[in-house]
């Protein structure tokens, strides 16, 4: 069993950053996920094992940095320029398969950290 462990939200004020981190053992594709009040949880960003690959959602793309550090088994997510509209849990989430955005295509979830963006 993969136990996933997020640290870094807090509250920020707009334009402000935050890094976000996740320790995770094993050879999994890293990916980060936010969930705002109502809305359905939503990609962010993805990485493979080695690091070489990414991916961004379009609304973080240019602000949100992924990043893997795989000596001490952390994924970052490193976040630029908030806005308000960022404001959501974020979770980090490991899978097997590489290319995907569903939440149901990862099978390892840690427990969330919130983010808040002050305007």
């Known amino acids: 069993q993969v136990q996933l462990v997020e640290s870094g939200g807090g509250l920020v004020q707009a334009g402000g950053s935050l890094r976000l981190s996740c320790t995770a053992s094993?050879?999994?594709?890293m990916a980060w996920f936010r969930q705002a009040p109502g809305k359905e949880r939503e990609f962010v960003a993805r990485i493979s094992w080695r690091g070489s690959n990414t991916y961004y959602a379009d609304s973080v793309k240019g602000r949100f940095t992924i990043s893997r550090d795989n000596s001490k088994n952390t994924v970052y997510l490193q976040m630029n320029n908030l806005k308000p509209e960022d404001t959501a849990v974020y979770y980090c989430a490991a899978g097997a398969r590489y290319g995907v955005t569903l939440a149901d295509e990862y099978d390892y979830w840690g427990q969330g950290t919130q983010v808040t963006v002050s305007s």
């Open positions: 094993g050879r999994y594709v």
